[in-house]
């Protein structure tokens, strides 16, 4: 048994995540509202038989180091010697596996980032790099802070000086080089100053290079494509460095783009933090919710007419954090501003409004309140806006400034945006976990097969009949019917232990663990309820198994009569009435 199977046998995954989660009981799993996404119906479960979890909702999962990976930011070595330390187990041995396929990235990474770090600061390669980084007031500190680099113009810099350590394939997979057409590859990054992208926990996890001079023939950024280690809306560049601070001060400041969140911390403004645009994400949310009650958004673009914006904000409400906009009246960002006088910026952040405050006095603006036309323009705007925030006090306060400001009833805006709400639930009234989830499949067949398997899986206490089940032969799908067998030739005495896997594929495997996370709880209660429902997807499968023979024995029937087969067409028929007398008696 390796270290990282060692510790996971001593620890209790449910502990770990009631921690972080009020967890429920769902049968014999537990369920919570997921805390990597927004979402009303909790579709986060966690098996404590299997030491797994997984949300039906962002279709994320895993064990207790991805848990502790995607809620803490840790690596999966830090995970596995935090926990190892709080179960008193001494790691010895290397993990083996995709978690060392992680490790490997995340050193290769650091290898690259050295590089361009020493290209800038050290070669003579990296002085037009440096002279543009000073003309744009960046200072050697703040180089050194943010560990800048310079990636020079050649197709393969990178690519030999890591292919000495590292197999080629090892590169490709952290994004840093390009396949070719004609095999081989080349160097993604060329002739760009280049911004290391680091993880809470500060390991170097992806780059942005940009251009030195602005040109139409290529973008002026570019990042690293999405990876194992990688997701660009799961992360806010600075979060390493501005972690602290955003803790002290209880509020993290939001910008677009790298230099501008380098220019905040030149200006003793160092709760700032980079979104990568303008659509603040889940991902994001979910990492600043941990760390803060308040963010403040200052963004290049016009937040009321960026629909991706808005619903940044949304998730942000929902999340429980209280948002403002930062407004900036004599530059077009924070880096240009900055670059005239650090005070100015100071003075923006110090003056945010209220987002809420923001949107409504954008629309009031942009339209004539004075006239009807432009009084159903701010409000068509603003109502849908209005309708998704959380707090109904908060809500009910700008209901009220609205109708003061366009001088119409409030009652007329409530009944408004009451019917707003409405239409909004109708259209997006989730179905159950059953029907959406993507483990049972679109086909009709598929979902009862995958039901069925959930059903007795998930059974725990309660006794299966295996006499009312169908016949191995009724499942279509290979990969359920591979399953199904598994279940059925289990002994009673093999029943508590832990399933065989070894004739499994790894896609069968994860199939197994997502049928034991599904949550049944609202579709069945109770050991009745549950032989009722096994029972009667059990029959369901058999009426689909034989609808199919009848199927095929019809066009076998039809070929018969057209080739005048007498003998073979009157067996073919007893064997039509007999299937159909069988159906008819289900």
């Known amino acids: ?69 995607e809620k803490e930011g840790m690596s999966f070595v830090e995970a596995l010697e935090y926990l190892a330390k709080r179960v008193g187990v001494k790691l010895q041995k290397r993990v083996g596996g995709q978690e060392d396929k992680k490790n490997k990235l995340y050193q290769i990474n650091s290898q690259a980032s050295q590089l361009f770090h020493y290209l800038l600061t050290k070669h003579r390669i990296g002085q037009k790099a440096l002279s543009y980084l000073s003309a744009r007031n960046v200072s050697s500190s703040a180089i050194e802070k943010f560990e800048l680099g310079y990636a020079p113009a050649s197709w393969d810099t990178l690519l030999r000086f890591l292919s000495r ?21 080349y160097d993604r990054f060329r002739g760009r100053i280049i911004f290391p992208i680091k993880s809470p926990s500060a390991e170097v996890i992806g780059f942005s290079g940009r251009v030195l001079k602005e040109a139409a023939d290529e973008p002026k950024y570019i990042n690293t494509p999405e990876t194992a280690i990688f997701s660009k809306g799961r992360i806010l560049y600075g979060l390493d460095l501005a972690r602290g601070e955003i803790k002290k001060k209880n ?3 939001l910008v677009e783009g790298e230099l501008d969140v380098i220019a905040s911390f030149e200006a003793k ?95 009031l603006r942009r339209f004539d309140q004075s006239t009807a036309a432009g009084k159903k323009e701010i409000a068509g705007e603003l109502l849908p806006i209005l309708a998704k925030i959380s707090d109904e006090v908060v809500k009910a306060h700008y209901l009220a400034k609205l109708a003061s400001q366009l ?26 976990q059953i029907a959406k ?69 790894q896609r069968e495997r994860e199939l197994f663990e997502q049928l034991n996370l599904v949550d049944l709880s609202a579709a069945v209660e109770g050991q009745e309820n549950w032989q009722k429902e096994v029972k009667k997807t059990a029959q369901a499968i058999t009426c689909e198994s034989l609808k199919e023979k009848l199927r095929i024995l019809g066009q076998k029937i039809v070929q018969a009569q057209k080739a005048h087969q007498e003998k073979k067409l009157t067996d073919l028929r007893r064997q039509f009435r007999d299937l159909s007398e069988k159906l008819a008696g289900i």
């Open 407 to 432: 001088e119409v009833s409030e009652e007329v805006l409530r009944q408004a945006l009451l019917k707003k709400i409405r239409v909004e639930k109708f259209a997006k009234e989730p179905e159950s």
């Open 251 to 253: 509020e993290a400041i």
């Open 1 to 69: 048994m390796d270290d990282a199977e060692l510790v996971k046998s001593k620890i209790d995954l449910v502990e770990i995540i009631s921690e972080y989660l009020p967890l429920k009981k769902a049968g014999r799993n537990l369920k919570a509202a997921c805390p990597f996404h927004t979402e009303t119906n909790p579709s986060f479960m966690v098996s404590p038989d299997l030491g797994i979890w997984r949300c039906f909702g962002c279709d994320r999962g895993g064990d207790v180091f991805s848990f502790l990976e």
């Open 269 to 363: 403004v160092e709760n700032t933090v980079a979104t990568k645009g303008t659509a603040l994400t889940e991902g994001q949310v979910g990492l600043l919710s941990r760390l803060c009650d308040n963010i403040a958004l200052c963004f290049d673009t016009d937040l009321a007419g960026d629909a991706a914006a808005r619903r940044g904000v949304e998730l942000a409400d929902q999340a429980g954090l209280n948002i403002k906009v930062i407004q900036l009246d004599q530059a077009k960002d924070p880096d240009e501003l900055i670059a005239k006088s650090k005070s100015l910026w100071q003075e923006a952040v110090n003056r945010a409004i209220p987002v809420f405050d923001f949107l409504i006095d954008s629309a």
């Open 165 to 185: 350590k590292f197999d080629l394939s090892d590169i490709a997979s952290t994004g840093l080089l390009v396949g070719k057409e004609t095999g081989g590859y």
């Open 437 to 505: 989830s993507k483990v049972f499949g679109l086909i009709r067949r598929d979902r009862l097969e995958g039901y069925l398997l959930a059903l007795i899986w998930q059974a725990g206490d309660f006794e299966v009949d295996k006499k009312i089940l169908p016949n191995l032969g009724d499942f279509q799908n290979q990969s359920l019917k591979n399953l199904y067998k598994m279940f059925m030739i289990r002994s009673a005495a093999e029943e508590s232990k832990k399933p065989d896997f070894s004739g499994l594929s």
